[in-house]
């Protein structure tokens, strides 16, 4: 209630006072709407910014996936080689030593070396002896295995750039998966922060509406008082 002091009489006069009730009603009201609408603002620009970050494994993927799907590919022939090698290397020379083949310029050379030997042993007088002939089986022997040898040199390193090129393309996959992963990482860290902003100006604007709600009870109570 509200007093009046009548200038004639001096006398006070009670009345109701409805600026009071509607200004309390007012802020009631308010607080409702605030209810109603916390956080709003926040979570359009939550959801505005997300939609953005939820393009970006699907617009990076793109370049990512070839080296991951490479690397990932690579990953059960290695696991095979390596258990071979460890398991039983023996087995995986003869392996490769079982596709030998001789050299292109290996029998021209054995020819060569032969001739010379029996030349030799023809001018002491010894060509067709048994000498001569275990000279020429040794020598024979001799130059097959420095060609066998070369050969198996020669494989095996192609054998072992093999093996580190499919390291390489494992382990460019590797990264490839491992950068993808982090930017999803980041990305959902990055949208757990904007959730956790949106939710504090809910909590925010949702205590200021309680405020408005009990101010505009507080005015229309004291309305009546």
């Keep these: 209630m509200a007093t009046w002091n009548d200038p004639d009489t001096g006398i006070n006069h009670n009345y109701f006072d409805w600026g009071k009730v509607g200004q309390g009603l007012g802020g009631i009201g308010s607080g409702l709407m605030g209810m109603f609408n916390a956080g709003n603002g926040s979570k359009e620009m939550e959801q505005a910014g997300n939609q953005y970050l939820n393009q970006i494994p699907g617009q ?50 054995l020819e060569q070396a032969l001739g010379a030997a029996n030349r030799s042993a023809a001018a002491v007088g010894m060509v067709g002896s048994p ?55 980041q990305m959902l860290a990055q949208q757990a922060a904007n959730a956790r902003e949106d939710k504090a100006a809910e909590n925010k604007a949702k205590g200021s509406s309680w405020g408005n709600i009990a101010g505009g009870i507080g005015s229309v109570i004291s309305a009546f008082i």
């Design 60 to 109: 990076t993927g793109q370049y990512y996936q070839p080296f991951f799907e490479s690397g990932k590919g690579q990953l059960p022939g290695l696991e095979e080689q390596y258990g071979q090698l460890m398991n039983n290397p023996g087995q995986k020379l003869n392996d490769i030593g079982s596709n030998f083949q001789q050299s292109p310029g290996f029998k021209f050379a």
């Design 131 to 185: 000498a001569n002939m275990q000279q020429d089986m040794q020598l024979a022997t001799q130059m097959g295995n420095q060609d066998y040898y070369n050969w198996l040199n020669g494989a095996t390193g192609l054998y072992g750039q093999g093996l580190q090129g499919s390291q390489g393309l494992a382990g460019m996959g590797a990264n490839a998966g491992n950068a993808q992963a982090n930017m999803i990482a």
